[in-house]
């Protein structure tokens, strides 16, 4: 069971970006189908991203293994 935070594109943008306490950490949403981003909910732990806690906490999550989770978009042919 593997946990995503969901984001859109504006909050991907927020957040996107090496981190301030760690320049070697960065956020780096997927991109999914339905213009979805996502990011492993492992971020809200990691000390490298706690100047993002409380906004990415305020966000929805959804299992990777519940059937509504967006899917991933297909490279072009």
């Not at 859109?8 to 960065?26: E, K, L, R, Y």
């Not at 732990?45 to 989770?69: K, V």
Request: no cysteine; net charge negative.
């Amino acid at each position: 069971m593997a946990m995503f935070i969901l984001l859109t594109a504006g909050q991907a943008d927020h957040v996107h970006g090496h981190s301030v306490s760690t320049p070697s950490g960065a956020l780096e949403p997927v991109e999914r189908q339905g213009g979805v981003f996502i990011l492993g909910v492992e971020v809200l732990t990691d000390p490298a991203h706690a100047a993002h806690y409380e906004y990415l906490s305020a966000l929805p999550q959804m299992d990777g293994d519940d059937p509504d989770f967006p899917g991933g978009i297909q490279p072009p042919e």
